[in-house]
């Protein structure tokens, strides 16, 4: 899960990351158990309420817990996925995210096991339980949002970058060698160029994944393998073929004029 200390593949890193369905897995991941919970919150409410009369609520409160309880552990490994990519800040606030979600985990843990031995599955202690926690995966969700809105915790690099409508240049076609990257500009935005035979590619620098300079990255054929967490980008297409980055390089189209290489970003945002 550690990301660039893996060799390639790392298909369990890709999987966890949510690389080969294009958009992070964890944040989706993540709605169920706290939808889950919030049932089981407002079913133990309901319950208390009315305990003679609302026995159906303390059952359905025991599903919701044995849904969220399934649904967080792969909200636990997925989580753990992301977090070994982050450092400073944003690491410590991803630590007490994990910290207060796993105690929310263990809490439910043993308000399920009260639910199972009590008779119809009917526990004040097992409700208290899980206010306790659902109290905890509310401040949790509070630092996980933290870490994407305020620090950027796995938000696309590229999204804000600018496009030109026309060519630019940015080398002369004679010093460009074949089979090295070159980091050039266009529209000030940092982008790879590669040369291959007469066909040159050209991607975003910027990895999307945290930000890392994809130019000072290892190159294995039309592959780049970013240096920070060892996200791998087919420098054809932008592709990306191994996470924890989930979404594509942006492509610039390439020509070459009056021995001048030209770049224009393909696409908009």
């Known amino acids: 899960m550690t990301g660039g200390t893996q060799k390639p593949p790392r298909l369990l ?5 949510g690389t080969f369905g294009g958009h992070p897995l964890h944040p989706a991941i993540t709605d169920i158990p706290i939808g889950a919970w919030t049932l089981t919150a407002i079913l133990d409410i309901i319950w208390l309420a009315a305990p003679a009369g609302n026995s159906w609520a303390a059952r359905g409160a025991l599903v919701g817990a044995i849904v969220g309880l399934i649904a967080a552990l792969g909200a636990l490994f997925t ?9 400073g800040a944003e690491r ?20 399920l ?21 659902f109290v905890a995966i509310l401040v949790a969700g ?25 060519f630019e240049p940015v080398l002369p076609a004679s010093n460009v060698e074949e089979g090295h990257l070159y980091r050039v500009t266009v529209a000030g935005v940092p982008v790879v160029l590669l040369r291959r035979g007469e066909q040159y590619y050209a991607i975003s620098a910027t990895c999307p994944h945290a930000g890392g300079p994809l130019d000072e ?20 297409d932008g592709r990306v073929l191994t996470g924890p980055a989930t979404v594509p390089a942006p492509r610039y189209a390439v020509r070459v004029r009056n021995g001048q290489v030209e770049l224009r970003r393909l696409g908009g945002h």
Do not use: Q
């Open 217 to 236: 990255g290892t190159l294995d054929g039309d592959v780049v393998e970013c240096p920070w967490h060892g996200s791998r980008f087919c420098v054809r």
């Open 13 to 17: 890193k890709s999987l966890l990351s």
């Open 142 to 166: 509070y630092l996980g949002g933290d870490m994407v809105f305020v620090k950027g915790t796995n938000v696309n690099h590229t999204a804000w970058e600018a496009a030109g409508e026309d």
């Open 113 to 133: 096991i009260l639910r199972l031995i009590s008779p119809l599955n009917e526990s004040i202690a097992a409700a208290v339980l899980g206010f306790i926690g």
């Open 92 to 111: 410590t606030v991803g630590f007490y995210h994990g910290l207060l979600n796993t105690a929310a985990f263990l809490l439910y843990l043993v308000s």
């Open 79 to 87: 989580g753990l996925a992301d977090w070994s990519d982050t450092y």
